[in-house]
């Protein structure tokens, strides 16, 4: 709150995440929410996340899975299981006074298409393909649908340069390959981030 009060000509609000991949209790997540209330932040915080790259916790190979260091979920995590234990997040944070439409939509990372410039994309437990089923079913409680797009290294820890993400091959064709996920949000009212 200092800090945005300070600098309050960035008109800025926070995103906070509750910790979905490191724990199964809603109810962390709950007394998160509680503070946030307490302290008076709601008017400075636009969403709450519900995971991050949960779309990736369940790798496809044992070895993927130990070196991904996914806590608790196993390579049978599914979205089917992501979206009953997202209902318990948003039911729990609720219940701790987060306001209404205040959770940002998990932030996906699988492609929106079966392969990523010619490469699988590694995608486990149905997730491909229910983005757009997740944003209609839980539109009511988001304010918006987050997706993280690596055009030039997946997240695979390298220096990547300005000059680099301004480049043919990791710009042209971005806008078609969000295309779907940006009209499902749209189409459910939602900001596309």
């Given amino acids: ?3 945005a009060h300070k600098e309050s000509d960035l008109n800025l609000s926070y995103v906070i995440d509750v910790n979905f991949g490191r724990s199964t209790s809603p109810d962390l997540a709950a007394a998160h929410v509680a503070a946030v209330g307490e302290a008076g932040l709601w008017p400075l915080v636009s969403g709450v996340e519900i995971g991050n790259e949960q779309d990736h ?3 496809m190979t044992p070895q993927e899975q130990r070196q991904a260091g996914a806590a608790h979920r196993s390579m049978s995590y599914h979205y089917a299981e ?3 234990e997202f209902e ?3 039911t ?3 219940a701790a006074g987060m306001p209404t439409r205040r959770v ?3 932030t996906w990372c699988c492609a929106p298409h079966r392969f990523d410039q010619g490469a699988r994309v590694d995608c486990a437990g149905g997730f491909l393909g229910n983005a757009s089923n997740y944003i209609r079913r839980f539109a009511k409680e988001l304010t918006s649908f987050s997706y993280h797009r690596y055009p030039t290294n997946h997240c695979a820890g390298g220096q990547v340069t300005p000059a680099e ?4 091959h990791a710009s042209v064709g971005m806008a078609e390959w969000l295309a779907p996920l940006a009209a499902a949000s749209a189409a459910a009212g939602l900001d596309f981030v």
């Fill in 57 to 59: 916790y369940a790798r």
């Fill in 104 to 106: 940002q939509g998990g």
């Fill in 82 to 84: 992501y979206a009953s």
């Fill in 88 to 90: 318990s997040y948003v």
């Fill in 165 to 168: 993400l301004l480049a043919d």
């Fill in 1 to 3: 709150a200092a800090f």
């Fill in 92 to 94: 729990a944070m609720r």
